[in-house]
């Protein structure tokens, strides 16, 4: 019995870990948001520019968190470029967001993942999405959010996303 219940706390406490913040946000709604949509409006001209990129579409919205407790505001798109060396793309990359303060914290090769406060962001070349192409993606924290914070994110997780650059 005893051992069951201890394996049953390690299980809860790896969960709970793992999954979204299980309190309230406190920052509101409207202004995470906002953080998330000004990182990825600083991040992705960088991108641009380190890349030369001709073409870029980025949207975003309010959806339900992975472990479906919360709520997080995410998104992506695809940045079009020159095909080159992915290599040397991935430095030119890397250098443009960490020379802007962004933080970084790349941990898969062929990605370059950065983050700015709770704002994570990736970038990397997909070949599935056309030549020189280019996946964006980038996510705020998991939040549970009440009263008109709540009622927000209810509001725009039923709008559909919201084109961010392009």
């Known amino acids: 019995m005893r051992a069951t219940l201890t394996v ?4 809860a406490l790896v969960v709970s870990a793992t999954s979204c ?15 998330v949509v ?12 380190a890349l030369g990129a001709t073409e870029v579409e980025v949207g975003g919205g309010w959806g339900s968190c ?3 407790v919360g709520h997080v505001y995410s998104g992506g798109g695809t940045i079009t470029a ?4 992915a290599a040397a793309q991935l430095d030119a990359v890397r250098t443009a967001l960490t ?6 914290g790349t941990q898969v090769d062929g990605h370059v993942s950065v983050s700015r406060g709770e704002v994570d962001l990736d970038f990397q070349p997909s070949a599935a999405r056309g ?3 280019w996946a964006v993606s980038f996510s705020g924290p998991c939040k549970r959010y009440g009263g008109d914070d709540e009622d927000y994110v209810q509001e725009q997780g039923l709008a559909p996303a919201t ?3 392009q």
């Open 82 to 85: 020159p095909e080159g060396d």
């Open 8 to 11: 049953l706390t390690l299980v």
């Open 38 to 49: 000004d990182a990825v409006s600083e991040a992705v001209p960088l991108v641009e520019q």
């Open 99 to 104: 020379d802007a303060g962004f933080e970084d």
């Open 131 to 133: 030549p020189g192409a």
């Open 21 to 35: 913040s299980l309190g309230s946000d406190e920052v509101p709604a409207r202004d995470r948001e906002k953080q």
């Open 163 to 165: 084109t961010l650059l």
């Open 66 to 68: 992975p472990s479906g």
